[in-house]
């Protein structure tokens, strides 16, 4: 079993930065963390952002160029920094990971990020 506890939301006015991280617990070793989504009420879960094993970023539109995904293989630790916060960024934002033998993907609970006009 792996753990994911994501941090760092809250209440931002637009414009602002936060920086979310997703913490990772438990069978780490096999492991790969995924990436970013987020869920605003009344809408579909979206990606946001996603890593590969190998480094590889990918962005939704929406974000691109205002948000950045990152890894601290060292600490079980993803993290996505958000600059230039729009209100239309409002939402709960979720981590995953992938279990590298079963296949399964886990999923943090979320941190709630709110940026106001």
């Known amino acids: 079993q792996v753990q994911l506890v994501e941090s760092g939301g809250g209440l931002v006015q637009a414009g602002g930065s936060l920086r979310l991280t997703c913490a990772a617990s438990?069978?780490?070793?096999?492991?790969?963390?995924m990436g970013w989504y987020r869920q605003a009420p009344g809408k579909q879960r979206e990606l946001v952002a996603d890593?590969?094993?190998?480094?590889?970023?990918n962005y939704a539109d929406s974000v691109k160029g205002r948000f950045t995904i990152s890894r601290d293989n060292a600490k079980n630790t993803m993290y996505l920094q958000m600059n230039s916060l729009k209100p239309e960024d409002t939402a709960v934002y979720l981590c995953?990971?992938?279990?590298?033998?079963?296949?399964?993907?886990?999923w943090g609970q979320g941190t709630q990020v709110t940026v106001s006009s």
């Open positions: 995953n990971a992938l279990d590298r033998y079963s296949g399964f993907k886990y």
């Open positions: 438990g069978r780490v070793f096999s492991m790969d963390f």
């Open positions: 890593l590969t094993s190998g480094g590889i970023t």
